[in-house]
């Protein structure tokens, strides 16, 4: 399983192709969330990934604590996705969040 640290986060965002996905709870990532996150619940991300991500995309996956998003990269990883698991979670973040309206 292909895992990164929190820290190497903003950098790879600036790659082009490069995409940060947010497994949690919608009401969670309204909390507070990775600027340039994008939302797609855990429970909805399989159907998501098949349908509308492309495998020549790198997505780096990330929930609460490291926990989901290690399973989620697994089975991504498994269907020929460039996925990456954010180790620690957004927990491990100590940047400001942004907040959704």
Do not use: T, W
């Amino acid at each position: 399983m292909k895992k990164i640290s929190i820290k190497k986060v903003p950098k790879l965002l600036q790659q082009e192709n490069y995409y940060l996905i947010d497994i949690r709870s919608p009401y969670l990532y309204e909390q507070g969330h990775f600027p340039n996150s994008y939302n797609i619940p855990v429970n909805s991300l399989i159907n998501v990934a098949l349908k509308y991500l492309n495998k020549n995309y790198h997505y780096l996956i990330i929930c609460e604590y490291g926990n989901e998003s290690k399973k989620i990269v697994r089975l991504l990883n498994s269907l020929n996705f460039n996925a990456y698991h954010v180790k620690g979670g957004i927990h491990k973040y100590k940047g400001p969040l942004a907040l959704s309206n």
